[in-house]
Structures are given as C-alpha cells and as structure tokens.
C-alpha cells in the first residue's frame, strides 16, 4: 500500500531551494560513476540529453529506442520554439516572471518547487544548446533572436525556423553519439520496453522485444529511466507520431508506479481537419498563425458560398466577439472549445463540415502578400500540400486536435517514482505544467530534466548503492516477467479475429474523443466507463494480428500499445469523472464562470490526482498530493 | 476537389533479410485524392488484413516530413514525383486514375532490407558517431550570446542542418553514395565558430567512415534532386575542399587554425 505521497520539495526560500538541494545531495565520485549502469528508454529531448549527460559523467548508460535511430523521437515535430529566461531582450523577463506565469498558466495544478527550477536552469539549457551548434535565429548582428510565443507579455521564446523540436533534437542526438562512440552509452534500436522489473519493490530493469528478432530478454541496471513521451494517441487522431504510445509508462504503473492526473490533455486550436474515416494523424498549423489569421464561421447552415463571397455581416468572428481584448489570441484551451461549439452547432466548413475558417484576406489586403509570404510561406506551403487548397486565396480550415498531455507518471522533486530506482523525465512524468501546458515549455522541460535536473538527482539515489551489483538478468525475479511479456504476445497472436488493430484503435479514439475530450460532463464519463471496456473485451477476442511474432511485425507492435491504451482510457475517464472541477485543459461542463470560463475549485482539488494500479483497470486507488502555492497566488483567469 | 481513383499497385514483398523478394499486384478502388500516399498504404493494409493476407511492412512515424522515417522508391523516385516531399507528405492528387504505382525500398546495398519496405539505415549513424558533434559536455558552454554568429554563416549551417536523415540521398544514387547526408552534418558544425577546434578531425573522421560504407560520389546531382530538404549539392563541394585541407593539417599537426 502507498503512504502519504512525499513530494521531498526541499525547505527554505524557493528562489534557494534547488541551489541548496544540489549542494544537499550525495554524490557519487568519478572513479565509482563507472561501477553503475543506468537504463534509459526513449530517445527524445529529454531521453537523449540524459543519456548523454549520465555518459559525460562516466555511468555505463544502455539507451533504447523503438526506432531505428535516436534521432526520430517525436520531439522532432516541435515547431514554435524553446523558452529560456535570458532576458536578452531586456524587456522585464526574470526566472521568477518565468516561473510566475508557468504556475498560472497550468492553472494551478503545478507544484512550485518543480517550476521554479525549471525556470532557473531554462537559461542553461540556451547555452548547452548553442555550444553544441544548434542554429537558433539570429539578428544580423548575429545575436540570437526572440519572439513573443503563446500570449506571452515578454519575448523570451528561441526558435530555430519552424523546426526548433528538430534542431534542439539533432543536438542533444549529437551529444548522444559522442557518447556512443566514447562507449559510455549502449545503443538499442529497434528495441521496445515491455514490462518494468521490479524486486522487493525497487524497479531493477526492463524486459524488452528486439523489433527485428522478436527476441524477448530482460537488462538490468542499477536505475531505470522512463523518457517515453505523452499519451495523446489514445485519441487515435492527435498531432503525434504514429509509432508515441503509453506502454512503457503503463506497465511501469502496472507494476506499483503511480499515475498521475491522466485526464490532463491539452487540444491545441489549429490543425488541419481530417478529411476522411482513413487520416491517420493530424498536421499542427503553428500557433503564431493566429497573430494575422481571423477565426470565423458563416452565421447560416448549410453555407454554400465561396468563403470570399460571404459578406462580413453573415460571418461570425466568435473569438471577436465574444472575447474583444484578446479576440483570436486567447489560449489554446480557450480557443479549442469554442471551435468545438460552432462546429457542433453545425456552423463547420469543408465538405466534411469539421472546421472553422482562419482567414488571411484582411492581413494581405493590409500588409501585402509579401509579407505574410515572408511570415508564414513554408506553413502555408504545407498547408497546401495537404489540403491542395491555396491559403492566399482562400482561407483556410483549422480545427481542434490532441497535441500533449501534461498528465503521466506521479515523481517527486528529484523525478523519481514512487518505485524506488525508476525516474520519469519529459512529457512522460506528470510534474511541472499542471492542468495546462504553455507553448514553447515543452521542449524546455525535457531538455531540463534530461541535462540538469535527473543528471543529479539520481546521483543522490546510486551513491549509497555503491558495491551493490545490479541485478542479475537471469534472476527468477527478471524470468517471470520475461515470461509474462511472451505470453502476452503469444496471447495477442493466438486472438486470430476478424478486425485490424487500427479499426480498434480508431473506435477507441472516438470514443475517448467524445467522452473525455475538450468537454467532459458525468454523464459522458459515466458512458465512457462502459463502452471503453466493453470495447476492451471486444478487442481480446476479435483482434487479428497476421505474420509471426519471431521477427518485424508492426501489427503486432501496435496491438501490444493499443491493448495499454485501452486500459489507460479508463483510467483517464475515471480521474476526469472524480476531479469535479474545470482547470486548464480539463474541461467540466458542469464547472464553469458565467463567462464560459473552466472555474476550478481550489477548495477540492488543489491536488494532484495519483493513481495506484488495484489489479484491473476498474478498480485503480486514487491517492492525492495536496499543492500548496506560496509564491504565485490563486487567482481565476479571465479573457473578456 | 476531392475525387476518388483506382490503382494498380506493384510492392515490392520480402519476408525477411535472407528470403528472396517479388513484386505483387493488388488493385485499388475508391482511394481518395486528399488522402496521403501512406493513408493509401494503409486502405491497402486494411484490405490485406481482412483478406487474411499479411500487411505490408512499411516505416512511418511522424507523417509530417520532419522525423525522416518514411521513404521508399515510388515508380523508381525516392519518394516519388513531388519535389521537396517526403513519401509522407506526398498527396493522391498526385496521381491519376488507372495508373500502376511501382512501390519498392530504399535501393542500395548498405541499406539491406529487414522486411518489405522496412531497410537498415544504420550506417547513417556510424558516420554522425564518428564526429557528428561538437564536444560541449553539459555544463560547459559559456553564455549563448558570448560569441555573435553572422546571420548568412547561421543561416547556411541551417541548411545542412536541416537533413532529416531519410537515406533518400543514398537511395537515388547509382552509386550509393553518401556524401550528400555527410556533408549536410560536416558543414552545419564546420560553417559555426562553435565547430572550429574540431574542424579538421571532424571531416576526416566521417568522411572516411563514410566511405567504408557507401559508394563514391561522381556528382550526379540525383540526391539534391531527391533530397526533401533541398540540401544544396555546394555542401559536398565544400566538404572536398575540407578534406583535403584536413589531410594536410592533420598530417602536419600544424593546430586546428584554417
């Protein structure tokens, strides 16, 4: 049974906790780092960067990959950018204005102590970062440059074009391959985790299935670190990567690992609109759009005119109108429901009716198609490379998609699980955006926890580790979870039903979409709580996987991940059923300002929900980690 | 306008590294012009699984032409007939009804076939661990603004920075060479101050581990034309110029000044 959650946020003044802790800290000597092996799964910002910062370091790190390189990591797709506190625009940024509106902006579902560190070591991360050749735009003095990004009041956002999740990616990747090649890291491509191993409640390794071979084995190591991304394809349509699952997380919490607020998912306002039942993902159509873009819907149904041809008197700018001092910049959550509202009050656009206009003609006509070319060409270009429809000439058609999720695994300060020995870094731990994600944090995060923050901590796990051997990967304790992990595959191949995993997946999606997306009320979790398992148990006796297990087989790779969706769905409809509240981009319908505002209820639920695995997904124990905010006071938001 | 077309398809289907491979036809109908040329893989897919027939093994991941997982040679061009594009972001309007589409993989030998259309491209990352970095271990970089980088030198590294790492290059090559790729990495890090102190190493390193891999460039020109970055074809030129400086300093140990 777990105790009280302890969150081990250091004492002191906030602005001195992190300094004080590090000094705090046990550390582990050069010539005894080499006597610890450290596993790493996932190759993302933050994967990577700790990979190869525990290397420098001169721990014997085994990193693994799905993929067949590193480099792929869904942190690649990232286009706006990276937020640092440098103030180099001398414009009134601090660590402490950083970390102000990183609180606020989660709603107040975040733990302090984590943002405040987060901020402070933000300015580290710029300079790691430019060292290592990252090409971040510069003035012509050649300076770096910076932008305002998300409806920040100061210009603290890096941005290497629109392809800073690459570049920030292919660094932290460079920094990994020196590691390599000095053999301080083990690579393992084409190698996915499994199962967690865990021994008198430590976690001790993982078992893991070679894509290629199909070989099931277990690695053990002295600490395993979970760098395994977000969950958002659960919804089966969201803006990541085919291949971003929740398995490696999920069988960790299968395993004793808390999970926590997984109902946190942030829609992001501008995708491009699926086009038919086979999309297979959305395309994010960056945000700062939305500075020179109109948002508008025809005030009639069934519109048939041209977009040019409806006079202004029949268009709704909603966002306008209904909030005229920040119009179409109001947050994403903000942003995302109302494109919700139109649609379902059948004002959508398209042939599919699933969308809503985001008009260039009033910019153009004001600035000149140059300009905007000069602003927006390559998105533009891509927009029309999807959709074939020309952007400068007609507007174009965004709606709402699942973009990240701020829930995951419960950490304490020093990002370390519940279970002794497992760390979780980047979108895959729950900690420092709260209800809701500002832009340009998330890449700041993972490269946070992955080069200065878990570096350290986890130093202070191993040092009094030391002479301990890990343990050995043939203990009974590795067997029978190696077993397990065969005859869950087994399990899946011997199904032999009638319908493809991607058709269970795609009915998981809209279910999960509709009950638990933008808005979630009772009734439509309550559903949700029977239809998810119903189709659960559907997909243990129907699903067909073709082929074999003993080599690549991608059909069954995907069943393995959509099985733990399934089972995390559930989770997420019941932790959106018990938080009774509206706050950030959990959205209540039951819980609101008169204004449409998500209200939230800092009497209930200044907490964060963690959940304990009870043996099935109906029967999870919910614990709670009470938020105290000190620094940053509660304050209701408002964009009237 | 949307509108639907029907589609001979000729894939290319091997069981494994070892088995021998063959084309095998299967007929579409009713794929839609918006849908993506791996959506249409995958209605092929579906098709496949509900005849009882294993799907085609193709790799994809972040379907927006930026992760460089995707790629196969479609009607004998690396990721088909739009310029520009990975296979991912190529669209069915693209196409015209009636026509028979020629799928297979990457074409090369050090990118041997693992199943289907899935290869090993493996040998891209030996060539990148070789010296594809600049050595900063964490911690150790002074302020990021401490040395200005002039916009047209941070611009041009940008360029080769760009390289998504699809192995188009090397597929569209006749000689399988990969000197396109390699040199998108030498030259955003040699273009940087930050990357002077390890310039010349650096080149001699990856080129010659390169070269116990893949062919030899004779500059045809077909990897820029397949290149979805538009990697500029100057970069290997610039790269030859290098190395040839490397040889010299390197031997001479006259210091890493240019």
Redesign the interface.
Known sequence: MIGTLDSKVPDGPMADKWTSHKFNMKLVNPANKRKFEVIVVGSGLAGS?AA??MG?LGYKVKLFTY????????S??AQGGINAA?N?QNDGDSVHRLFYDTVKGGDYRSREANVHRLAEVSV?I???????????????????DNRSFGGAQVSRTFY??G?TG??LL?GA???L??Q??AGSVE?H?RTEMLDLVVHDGVAKGIVTRDL?TGDIRSHTAHAVVLATGGYGNVYYLSTN???CNVTAGWRAHRRGALFANPCYTQIHPTCIPA??E????L??MSESLRNDGRIWVPRGHDESRMAKDIPDAERYYYLEEKYPSFGNLVPRDVASRNAKTVVDQGLGVG?LKNGVFLDFADAIARDGEDTIRAKYGNLFD?YE????ENPYERPMRIYPATHYTMGGLWVDYELQSNLPGLFVIGEANFSDHGANRLGASALMQGLADG??VL?YTIGNYLAPLLGDDKLDEGDPACEVVVKEAADETQRLMGINGSR?V??FHRELGKLVWDYIGMERDANGLEKALTEIPALREEFDKDV?I??SAD??N??LEKASRVRDFFELAELKARDALERNESCGGHFRTESQTEEGEALRDDVNYSHVAAWEWGGDPSSAIRHDEQLEFVEVPLTQRSYK | MEETLNLTLKVWRQAGPDASGRFETYELTGISTDMSFLEMMDVLNEQLITGGEEPVEIESDCREGICGTCGCMINGRAHGPEKATATCQLHMRKFSDGDTIIVEPWLAESFPVIKDLVVDRSPLDRIIEAGGYITVPTGSAPDANLIPVPKDAADAAFDGAACSGCGACVAACPNSAAQLFTSAKIQHLNLLPQGQAERWSRTEEMVETMEEYFGSCTNHGECHEACPKEIPLDFIAFTNRDYVKAKRKNRKLLGQSS
């Not at chain 1, 993929?67 to 792929?72: A, G, K, Q, V, Y």
């Not at chain 1, 300079?127 to 290592?132: A, K, T």
């Not at chain 1, 490379?385 to 074939?388: K, Q, S």
């Open positions: 960067s190869a910062t420098e993929s067949d390189t590193p480099r792929r990591a869904h690649i797709a440098k180099y580290d710029i300079d790691q970062c430019v060292g290592q050749g990252v090409p971040f735009a510069r003035e012509y003095g050649g300076l770096l290497a074009r392809q690459q570049q292919l990747y460079s920094a391959m020196r390599v090649s690579l491509t290629v990567a085919m291949m086009s038919d086979f999309q297979s993902k395309t994010l042939p891509m490379r999807i959709t074939g080069y200065f570096p493809s991607d058709w067909r073709l082929g080599g690549l991608s059909s």
